[in-house]
């Protein structure tokens, strides 16, 4: 026992040793270090939560258009909130676990060297930039928490039909919608039979979803919306209605759209103000007030409100390389390689991807869609084949035809 003690109090001895040739500020400056580093390596594993779907969306409400604009796509929130980053001020990033910081400031898009070259090591920092002791580095989020889910029909039509449900919730205080921007995918003589196949998904066997929405245009706008990727994001006792995306964290309030109720809450509230007895004076700048309001106020676009980077109006397949994707709980099997999503949401925006999973006989996607998950070539030597064939056939004489 002597002698095991002996030798455990070997490496102290020679410690102290050492230190006893240290200043004293230069020995407190070097367990400072020491100590700083050890706290950075537990406070690491408190942060490094690399598959917590939550956590990671709570990094990406932090990118506000105020701090973080301009980018291009390889930057997104997204993006920079899958390596642990978050925008902690005017295009700064901060990690979450070593507490690093990136200036991605970039120059003026004219300036195309000079940009090129900032946007490349931006980009590189992105992965590059923590510490030595950050894992974020090699294990960052995976890449489908950036992609809508369509792995699963079922999940898909649940997902749907719960945010449509929340909608409803709203009747008569939805938005008008300009779906321009859809019409230009869809037909508009067949945008109602692309609203009614999204109904039958919503109703499925039981009816009795839609027999409390009589009105349909309630129920026309709660699919759009649905579709779009929007879901009622307020209290039942709120008097300011909002929807909001998960993804890109956009809330919009819907009393700056004209609401379905809009023009009889306003004729409403003339008679009603008209019942006392007001002066002309005081009667013409009410009329250029509600003039002013009606200017002011336009239809919702479900598209545009989004913002530029959201998986709903854009594809992340330039960004992301194709890999498998894995389910979040580790509960659950892995998806197995021969298993393929419904719709590969990594090559079309989200709310394309959705249309072709939930009515693809009225999807405008169709052919495309077919064209990436059916795609077959034939061999060069069975083409020329063909091609000899044909014409032997027309080279030979019609007599003996």
Known sequence: MAEKSSVLATPKRIKALLSSFIHKDEKENVENADRSQAEAVQDIPRSYQPRNRDAYFARVETFSA???????????????????????????????????????????????????????????????????????????????????????????????????????????????????????????????????????????????????????????????????????????????????????????????????????DESTEVVDSSTQPITADEAQPVTKKRKYAEMSKDALNPLTEHRSWCPWVISYSTVMKPTQPLTESPTKPVTKPSESPVVDSNTLPGWKALLACLAPNTSPCKDNTQKLTNKQQTPPNQAWKAVRKLLKFWESDPKKK
Request: aromatic fraction near 10%; charge should be negative; glycine fraction near 4%.
């Open 66 to 264: 105020f701090t973080w604009f301009a980018k291009p796509i390889e930057m997104s929130p997204l993006r920079c909130a899958q390596y642990g980053w978050e925008n902690f001020e005017t295009d700064v990033l901060k990690c979450v676990s070593c507490k690093e910081i990136i200036c991605a400031t970039l120059p003026n898009a004219w300036e195309s060297e000079l940009y090129a070259k900032r946007f490349e090591e931006v980009k590189a920092a992105l992965s590059k930039g923590h510490s030595t002791i950050c894992a974020w580095s090699d294990s960052p989020s995976p890449d489908f928490f950036l992609t809508i889910p369509l792995l699963s029909q079922t999940d898909v039509v649940k997902d749907f039909k719960k945010r449509f449900t929340s909608l409803t919730q709203l009747k008569m205080k939805l938005p008008k919608l300009e779906t321009n921007c859809i019409e230009t995918e869809i037909a508009p003589e067949s945008l109602n039979d692309v609203i009614q196949m999204l109904l039958k998904v919503v109703q499925g066997d039981d009816e009795s979803d839609t027999k409390s929405n009589d009105d349909p245009n309630v129920l026309t706008v709660a699919c759009m919306l649905a579709l779009c990727g929007w879901s009622n994001s307020s209290t039942d006792s709120s008097s300011f209605p909002t929807v909001s995306c998960q993804y890109c964290r956009r809330k919009a309030g819907l009393w700056n759209f004209n609401q379905l109720c809009g023009d009889s």
